[in-house]
């Protein structure tokens, strides 16, 4: 890892297939134990079930209001301060049940590379 300064305002937000907008922070080679994104999704979406191989993921809510659904456990409503924990592999899906953008940090270690992305729809 390199001493440095990542700014928000320097990254793109681009849609995903899984429905949600994604600002990658900090996703290279060069710090390779950890990625971080900002992840949108928009009001009355739900993600698509997913996994990811060999890597696990957090998210921390920051606004809104919304319903994780992980592996065959039931459905937990989740809002600001919230922390979910997803082990590798484990299906994952979040719906916004607020009115307005759901906004969460996703922390992935080792760093989300797309090749672990498993689409389960």
């Not at 409503?77 to 759901?102: M, W």
């Amino acid at each position: 890892m390199k001493i440095e300064i990542r700014r928000t305002a320097d990254c793109a937000e681009y849609d995903t297939d899984e429905r949600c907008a994604i600002l990658e922070i900090a996703n290279d080679p060069s710090d390779p134990e950890v990625s971080i994104a900002r992840a949108r999704v928009a009001p009355g979406v739900t993600t698509a079930w997913h996994r990811l191989v060999d890597t696990q993921e957090r998210y921390i809510i920051l606004t809104g209001k919304g319903r994780v659904e992980l592996a065959d456990r039931p459905a937990a409503d989740v809002g600001p301060g919230d922390v979910v924990r997803i082990p590798a592999g484990v299906a994952q899906r979040i719906e916004n049940t607020a009115d307005t953008d759901l906004l969460f940090y996703a922390i992935c270690s080792p760093r989300f590379r797309p090749e672990c992305y498993i689409a389960m729809e």
